[in-house]
């Protein structure tokens, strides 16, 4: 049978460790604050804006919620930011993303200042993670490490395939994984034979944005495969960019959609929060 990897139990156990952390640093007098930016009301952000307003409360972190306007000019949106960046009460800086067109999220992003750049997307976090230093790390792919370690899967020496290389996802995975001195492949569109590429997987990563993509015959007897894809299929329940039923008889581990990776997205953005505290010492 293989291992279902239960990401709401294990994002639950890291937040309550989290919520411990932060309780330490306030008997110390040190209070954390990530402010949120969202422009616009988009009902997903709303939800995704909502679900870490609420898991801030649980861990005991101070949420400032700044709810723009649609209209909101791209100028109007760097002044807040840097703003933000000079207070000292702000440990971490969130924008939600999507923006709306008119504004360049590049600029955006580069105009965090990196040391409160609690969602690891500004160049000076990522260039931090591809050369080791100390930094914030994109929440999705750190989560699937905290996934893995904590499910006693072994990654050093393995090999591992990552399908997708955005800038969120595929990319500050396949660095992680090689953090953790795996073999890495990164796949992408252009990859010649896909099927042959992820049968070499220990460690199939997929994040395609694709829904039930990956079949059986993407898989090796045995392999552990992380999906981080989220879908609505037709009858409206959610699904990965696996075929979790196709797939699950030939694996050793896998995560589940929903509650795998998903979870987990929230949770590091919470110990990035509290890593922060470090980061800005
Ligand atoms: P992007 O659309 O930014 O990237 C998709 C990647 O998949 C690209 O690199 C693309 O290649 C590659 N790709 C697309 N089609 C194929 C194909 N046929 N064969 C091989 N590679 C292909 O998506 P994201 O990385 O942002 O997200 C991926 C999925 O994960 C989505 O379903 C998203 O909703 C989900 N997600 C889930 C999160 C969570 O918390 N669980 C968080 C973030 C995302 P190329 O670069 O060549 O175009």
């Known amino acids: 049978m293989a291992q279902i990897?239960?990401?709401?139990?294990?994002?639950?156990?890291?937040?309550?460790?989290?919520?411990?952390?932060?309780?330490?640093?306030?008997?110390?007098?040190?209070?954390?604050?990530?402010?949120?930016i969202q422009v616009g009301n988009d009902k997903a952000s709303s939800v995704y804006v909502g679900n870490k307003k609420k898991a801030c409360e649980f861990i005991g972190i101070r949420s400032l919620a700044y709810e723009l306007d649609e209209n909101t000019t791209q100028e109007e949106l760097l002044s807040l930011i840097k703003e933000l960046n000079q207070r000292e009460d702000v440990n971490g800086i969130l924008v939600q993303l999507p923006l709306p067109k008119h504004i360049d999220e590049d600029m955006v992003i580069e105009t965090i200042d990196a040391k409160k750049d609690v969602d690891g997307f500004h160049p000076m976090s990522v260039g931090a993670l591809s050369i080791g230093k100390k930094g914030f790390i994109s929440c999705t792919p750190y989560g699937i490490i905290e996934l893995l370690k904590r499910s006693n899967i072994e990654i050093d020496g393995k090999e591992c395939v990552v399908v997708g290389r955005s800038n969120i996802?595929?990319?500050?995975?396949?660095?992680?994984?090689?953090?953790?001195?795996?073999?890495?492949?990164?796949?992408?569109?252009?990859?010649?034979?896909?099927?042959?590429?992820?049968?070499?997987?220990?460690?199939?990563?997929?994040?395609?944005?694709?829904?039930?993509?990956?079949?059986?015959?993407?898989?090796?007897?045995?392999?552990?495969?992380?999906?981080?894809?989220?879908?609505?299929?037709?009858?409206?329940?959610?699904?990965?960019?696996?075929?979790?039923?196709?797939?699950?008889?030939?694996?050793?581990?896998?995560?589940?959609?929903?509650?795998?990776?998903?979870?987990?997205?929230?949770?590091?953005?919470?110990?990035?929060?509290?890593?922060?505290?470090e980061i800005q010492k």
């Open 5 to 36: 990897i239960d990401g709401k139990k294990i994002s639950t156990e890291l937040k309550l460790e989290l919520k411990d952390k932060v309780a330490k640093y306030k008997k110390e007098g040190i209070e954390i604050t990530l402010a949120v």
């Open 169 to 277: 996802v595929g990319k500050p995975m396949s660095m992680l994984l090689l953090r953790e001195n795996a073999t890495v492949t990164t796949a992408h569109s252009h990859t010649k034979d896909l099927k042959e590429v992820c049968k070499r997987a220990d460690i199939l990563v997929v994040a395609i944005g694709k829904p039930k993509f990956i079949n059986s015959e993407y898989v090796k007897e045995g392999a552990v495969v992380i999906d981080v894809g989220i879908h609505r299929n037709e009858d409206n329940k959610l699904c990965g960019d696996v075929d979790y039923d196709d797939v699950y008889p030939h694996v050793s581990a896998i995560t589940p959609v929903p509650g795998g990776v998903g979870p987990m997205t929230i949770a590091m953005l919470m110990k990035n929060c509290v890593n922060a505290v």
